[in-house]
């Protein structure tokens, strides 16, 4: 919350002309009234104003990824893909570190490149059920895990 009781949108204070993509950010730690902790992650795939994830693709890597990290971790509330489809929003209980996170991310995404089918892919379980890549989330995976994400992505 700021000063006028107004919870800040924290996405917006960050510089997005000074990060090198790909990275994993912790953005916010959110503390409770009975003591929760929740932890909101920023996991950029892309170089924001630069190169964007097909919607297709991203949708793909969404239904993936929400299933493979669950097998990694406990604690996963929920992982969205950003409207500027450059990256995904992960959230989750508790506050592990950020090299956790990577580590799940980067198993999950080999994964993603083994993938044969993809989960939920029908009109009951999906929004937009033929909007899906495989293809395409197989090659954002492959292209994350080639580069890495990098550990020093704030350019000063
Ligand atoms: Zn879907």
Redesign the pocket.
Known sequence: MNENGKELVESFTLDHTKVKAPFIRKCTVYQGDMGDTVTKYDIRFTQPNEAELESAGI?TL??LMATYMRNYMDGIIDLSPMGCRTGFYLTVWGSPDTDHIKSVVIKSLGDVINSDEVP??NPIQ????RLHSLELAKSYAQAVLDSGFNDDFIIR
């Open positions: 949708h969404e239904h939920a892919v999906c929004g937009n059920y």
